[in-house]
Each structure stands twice: as structure tokens, then as C-alpha cells.
């Protein structure tokens, strides 16, 4: 948890992303003091109002001229299209030295700098599972120094591990893979729940196995040290039943082609949107 120097924390945006972070920092008696936490939004999402009344937590729907006075970092946790009506009083606000951590998609190192100043900047992009403390981050920064890194993982840390690249161009493979990720897995449980049921299963049933088959294969994944092919080649015997289905979903066309495709336009549409753009990053 991000102890660092007793600085304040802000956090702008606290809807499923912003809520589930702040949840990670004050958890626990080794948690983020409540007192050195801000939370700015014009309309707190359930989860955040439930943080806000539990640990009594400063909060505005918008922020003032001197509620950053001795701000050390500052998380954007807003929709990437509510940044630039957000960063406005932001830029006026932020004193010189104050550290930006942003996870909004698609919005680059060098947006943030163009609309908040030069500045230590850190950019990630974690996924919903976050929210549960199973997400995965990956993040780059500009120059920012070691502690603001160190600092910027801290803060990413409750949500999953974190992962630092150097090249921006990276976070649109990443949006892609990691970020828009869980939505794919969350599509393999219902094409599994519906392949169930037009083998003749009532659709309940069906539905509480393809959970029950994504959800245990993942804690697998999760906790045993085999790649995922070995895996899979540990539950296949020749000529079964396990195999004719591969034989399926692996042949032309199959799932690697199909997720081949999908996460290029993925890539590409992150691209579009801006993910690709600042070329290299600091670290
Ligand atoms: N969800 C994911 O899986 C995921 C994964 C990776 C990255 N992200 C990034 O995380 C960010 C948040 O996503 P989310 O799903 O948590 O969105 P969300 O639930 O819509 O949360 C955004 C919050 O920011 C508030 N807000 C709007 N304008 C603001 C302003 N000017 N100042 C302060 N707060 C403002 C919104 O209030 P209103 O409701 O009134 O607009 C809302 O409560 C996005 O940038 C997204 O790209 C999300």
C-alpha cells in the first residue's frame, strides 16, 4: 500500500475503476491513512459513496483552487472523454511537483503532459478484474523518477501485479490482450453455456457449468506453474472426447486465427483512439 511520505492522494473519478482502487488502498491496518485521501466526482458511483460514508473520506464534486495545495500524486480514474473537461481545473490546480498516475484508455503520455504540464506521469492500463484484486496492470512513465514509479505501482498493486513497458506503442497490444481481455473469456463462458444448451441441457444448468469450467480453469491457470498448453495436453487424450473438440477449435479458422484477428482489431481500434500515440516512453 502506498505508504510513501505522508503526501494526500487524490483520486478524480471514482466509478467502478476509481471505487475499486481506493477499496485496495484503505483495505487492511497497513492501508492508505483515510485522512491523506481526496476523492473528486460529480457523481460518486454506489461503491465510492459506500467508501466515502465508511471511512469518512474527504470528497468534492469538483476540484477547488486549494485542494491540491499539498497534493504528492494525483489518480485520473475518469472516462477518457471526461479528461479533458476534467484537466482543465486540474492543470490549474496541481502544484509543479505533483505526480499524475492515469488509467484512462488511450489517452497518451503526451496528451497528459499537453493538457497538465511537465510533470513525473505515469500511464497503465489495468482490467476489470481489478476490481477483485485479480487484474494484471501494465504501465510506462515518462521521466518520473524511481519513487513516483515505485509509488504509481503501489497504488496499481492491490488490483493485480504490475508490469512496466517502455515503448508507448505497446499499450495498444495491451489494451488489447490484458485490458479488453477478460471481455473475450467473459464471451467463451457464454458460447460454452450456449453449446451446452443446444446439446439438449436446460439452459440454468448449462450456464452454471461454463462458470463453474472458465472460473476453475482460470484459478488453474492462476495457481499451477504449467504453461497453458501443458494444461491442456494433461486433459486430452488421443482420439477422446476433449480431442474432437480441439481438432475443431484449433484447425483453419479455428480460435488461435479467430483470436489472431480479434485482438489485431482490437490493437488497431486502441491505435486509433490514441493508445499507440507517444512513441517511447521514459520507462
Ligand atoms: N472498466 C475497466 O475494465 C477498465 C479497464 C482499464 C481502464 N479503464 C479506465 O478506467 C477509467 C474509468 O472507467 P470506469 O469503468 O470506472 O468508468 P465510470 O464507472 O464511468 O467512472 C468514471 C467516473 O468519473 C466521473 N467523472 C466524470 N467527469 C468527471 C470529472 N470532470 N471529474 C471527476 N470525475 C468525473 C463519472 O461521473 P459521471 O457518472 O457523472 O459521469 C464517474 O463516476 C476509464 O478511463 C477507462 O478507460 C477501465
Redesign the pocket.
Known amino acids: 500500500m502506498p505508504d510513501g511520505n505522508g503526501e494526500r492522494i487524490i483520486l478524480?473519478?471514482?466509478?467502478?475503476?476509481?471505487a475499486a482502487l481506493a477499496a485496495g488502498w484503505l483495505k487492511g491496518a497497513r492501508g492508505l491513512s483515510p485522512d491523506r485521501l481526496l476523492i473528486?466526482?460529480?457523481?460518486?458511483?454506489d461503491s465510492?459513496k459506500d467508501l466515502i460514508r465508511r471511512y469518512d473520506l474527504k470528497s468534492a464534486p469538483?476540484l477547488g483552487p486549494r485542494m491540491a495545495a499539498d497534493v504528492g500524486m494525483v489518480v485520473l480514474?475518469?472516462?477518457?472523454q471526461?479528461f479533458e473537461?476534467?484537466a482543465t481545473p486540474l492543470a490549474k490546480a496541481l502544484p509543479p511537483g505533483a505526480a499524475v498516475l492515469s488509467?484512462?484508455?488511450?489517452v497518451s503520455l503526451r496528451q497528459l503532459q499537453d493538457a497538465l504540464g511537465s510533470r513525473p506521469l505515469v500511464r497503465a492500463?489495468?482490467?476489470?478484474a481489478a476490481a477483485i484484486g485479480k487484474g494484471i496492470s501494465v504501465a510506462i512513465a515518462n521521466e518520473a523518477g524511481l519513487t513516483v514509479r515505485k509509488q504509481a505501482e503501489a497504488l496499481l498493486k492491490p488490483g493485480g501485479p504490475v508490469e512496466w513497458v517502455t515503448d508507448e506503442r505497446q499499450m495498444s497490444a495491451v489494451t488489447a490482450l490484458s485490458?479488453s481481455g477478460?471481455a473475450y473469456v467473459f464471451l467463451m463462458c457464454e458460447a460454452l453455456a450456449g453449446a451446452g444448451f443446444a446439446e439438449g441441457l436446460p439452459r440454468p444448468l448449462a450456464e452454471k457449468l461454463a462458470r463453474a469450467t472458465v472460473a476453475g480453469a482460470g484459478a488453474m491457470l492462476a495457481e499451477s506453474k504449467e504453461t497453458p498448453q501443458a494444461l491442456r495436453m494433461a486433459v486430452t487424450s488421443p482420439g477422446g472426447t476433449t480431442q474432437a473438440a480441439l481438432d475443431v477449435m484449433m484447425g483453419e479458422g479455428g480460435l488461435p486465427d479467430l483470436m489472431r484477428h480479434a485482438v489485431s482489431a482490437a490493437e488497431r481500434r486502441a491505435r486509433q483512439l490514441g493508445g499507440g500515440s507517444g512513441g517511447r516512453g521514459g520507462r
Not at 478524480?12 to 476509481?18: F, H, S, T
Not at 480514474?77 to 477518457?80: I, L, Y
Not at 488509467?103 to 488511450?106: S, Y
Open positions: 478524480v473519478g471514482a466509478g467502478r475503476m476509481g473528486i466526482d460529480p457523481d460518486p458511483s465510492a469538483a480514474a475518469m472516462k477518457p471526461q473537461v476534467a488509467i484512462l484508455a488511450g492500463m489495468p482490467n476489470t485490458g477478460p
